[in-house]
């Protein structure tokens, strides 16, 4: 095995972690990224290469997913940044340092800013692949108020509190937001549910699961059956929403950090620090709430300013 020392191990290639990698690249600090290969079955930059269009960062009034996460790469580099397109086996968190595994290789690192993001969890309906960014999406926010979707029908799965406000959400854009719950009951809070209920343009349908998505080179049609009653019908719609939660990219910590009860990585208010010294987590990792690009390059901000003036006291 070889070894290399650094000042700074970036896990992660989101908007998180090449924020993080331009700051503490700016400050002479060298940083090694390793951006994941296909980890979490997304490819290397993270749920935003997944998207086609996106009109709400900043700056970009009009690109896609691929081409701002280039960008943020390429700059990165510039910046000075090392960067592997490896997905990193583990990692070990000692009182003096952080060991990470790289297959032969293990890099010592005074430092390690966590930004693996989480990962949509997916139905995998029939014809999901087909449409997936055509028409599908597991983010009402992110893409919602695109052209192809004002003004048409859509539809959204799930019963808990993101099912609820998404469905709300989708209502400033959609002719008609069609809400599937699996049961006969939503999860999500009283206050949520009452928005849901009194809004004339959500249609809740009970007990219905999703089936095939259907279309041409677009989603326009969405097979769905009556779990109750086993009835097969086909609703008309332009877009279908996953609401169904994410999962956090966390495994590979393998219990070394304090977890909330989603298995998100807990983070002292205010901050990006973890409950271990000179382990910064920022992104979606830690994120459960916002979970947009622009916030996760905000907290990759965070958190290299967090392990820089870390790294200063140490």
């Known amino acids: 095995m070889s070894n290399q020392k650094k000042q700074v191990v970036i896990i992660g290639s989101g908007p998180a972690g090449h924020a993080a990698a331009i ?12 951006e994941g290969s296909m980890a979490g079955g997304v490819a290397a930059g993270g749920q935003l290469t997944t998207t086609t269009e996106v009109e709400n960062y900043p700056g970009y009034s009009h690109i896609s997913g691929p081409e701002l996460m280039i960008k ?8 000075g940044t090392e960067i592997i397109t490896r997905t990193i086996d583990k990692i070990d968190i000692k009182e003096d340092c952080i060991m990470v595994y790289d297959g032969d290789r293990i890099i010592e690192a005074k430092s390690v800013i966590i930004a693996t993001g989480a990962t949509a969890k997916r139905l995998n309906i029939k014809g999901e692949e087909t ?11 992110c893409d919602g108020g695109l052209p ?7 539809a959204v799965i799930g019963g808990g509190d993101s099912a609820a406000e998404e469905a709300t959400y989708l209502t400033k854009f959609a002719s008609k937001v069609y ?15 009452e928005r849901v209920m009194e809004n004339d343009k959500i249609d809740v349908l009970w007990n219905t699961e999703a089936l095939e998505a259907k279309g041409d080179n677009v989603l326009t049609t969405l097979t769905i059956t009556n779990n109750k009653t086993s009835q097969i019908t086909e609703i008309a719609v332009n877009g279908l929403f996953y609401a169904i939660g994410h999962k956090p990219n966390t495994d590979f910590l393998d219990g070394q950090l304090n977890l909330d009860e989603s298995g998100y990585i807990v983070t002292v208010p205010g901050s990006t ?11 979606d990792v830690q994120d459960k709430i916002y979970r947009q690009a622009i916030t996760a ?16 006291g140490h």
Request: glycine share 6%.
């Open 131 to 141: 449409y997936w960014q055509k028409g599908m999406s597991a983010c009402a926010v």
């Open 179 to 193: 809400l599937l719950v699996r049961k006969d009951t939503l999860r999500a809070s009283k206050v949520m549910q």
């Open 72 to 79: 943020m790469r390429e700059q990165a580099i510039q910046c």
């Open 23 to 34: 700051y503490t690249a700016r400050a002479r600090l060298e940083p090694l990224m390793f």
């Open 148 to 154: 192809i979707f004002r003004d048409k029908p859509l």
């Open 273 to 283: 620090k973890t409950n271990k010294h000179g382990v910064f987590a920022c992104g």
């Open 297 to 312: 390059a905000g907290s990759g901000c965070m958190a290299a300013l967090d392990a820089e003036k870390y790294l200063a």
